[in-house]
T-cell receptor, first 116, second 112 residues
Framework: NAGVMQNPRHLVRRRGQEARLRCSPM?????VYWYRQLPEEGLKFMVY????????ESGMPKERFSAEFPKEGPSILRIQQVVRGDSAAYFC??????????????FGPGTRLTVL | DAKTTQPPSMDCAEGRAANLPCNHS???????VYWYRQIHSQGPQYIIH???NNETNEMASLIITEDRKSSTLILPHATLRDTAVYYC?????????????FGTGTLLAVQP
């Protein structure tokens, strides 16, 4: 059973370009969460999605960042017009459907975004 | 979700048991205790979780006090590869907008 997959693992963009980060949850998991880790800092929650719905985007920057989790295919975190401050590791996690108490989340290996 | 308190760092000799404490004095009855770790800059790795009873798996044991206000993660025979930041997190799984909130964790340094 494959774990959470993220690609690309490393992404280099110049200022002003767009970055697209993809996350495929574990089989049977319908909830996806995105986190960002700036250099030498902790993990910060960004957004929580279920299929075709954004449940909680309280940690998303107000501009340039968006996320989706379509009915088919991976979840996408999109950053428009990247700036150097967007350089970070972006992790996604997945979990089974809610209502089943106490099941753990599993994280992917992350995408390391470098903005030149 | 309840807040947790962990020591910022700990050392442990290779081959010895590592005991990592966590205080969660405001935990409520339907909140679970989760432990994750992050080795260098890899993705967080799930270790173990529990509600009331002590738990054990192939990686670690989790001891939760009877009043549930604190817990201890035990790595029975620490190796150099266990050097990582360990996070203790409490979360009410049944809520509609649950999310794991990571604190600063404990940096465990396993010494040869």
């Amino acid at each position: 059973n494959a774990g959470v997959m993220q690609n690309p693992r490393h992404l280099v963009r110049r200022r002003g370009q767009e970055a697209r980060l993809r996350c495929s949850p574990m089989k049977g998991h319908s909830h996806v969460y995105w986190y960002r880790q700036l250099p030498e800092e902790g993990l910060k929650f960004m957004v929580y999605l279920q299929k075709e719905n954004i449940i909680d985007e309280s940690g998303m920057p107000k501009e340039r960042f968006s996320a989706e989790f379509p009915k088919e295919g991976p979840s996408i975190l999109r950053i428009q017009q990247v700036v150097r401050g967007d350089s970070a590791a972006y992790f996604c996690a997945s979990s089974p459907a809610s209502g089943r108490g106490g099941l753990p989340w599993f994280f992917g290996p992350g995408t390391r975004l470098t903005v030149l | 979700d309840a807040k947790t308190t962990q020591p910022p760092s700990m050392d442990c000799a290779e081959g010895r048991a590592a005991n990592l404490p966590c205080n969660h004095s405001t935990i409520s009855g339907n909140e679970y205790v989760y432990w994750y770790r992050q080795i260098h800059s890899q993705g967080p790795q799930y270790i173990i979780h529990g509600l009331k009873n002590n738990e054990t798996n192939e990686m670690a044991s989790l001891i939760i006090t009877e009043d549930r206000k604190s817990s201890t993660l035990i790595l029975p025979h620490a190796t150099l590869r266990d050097t990582a930041v360990y996070y203790c997190i409490v979360m009410n799984y049944g809520g509609a907008t649950n999310k794991l909130i990571f604190g600063t964790g404990t940096l465990l340094a396993v010494q040869p």
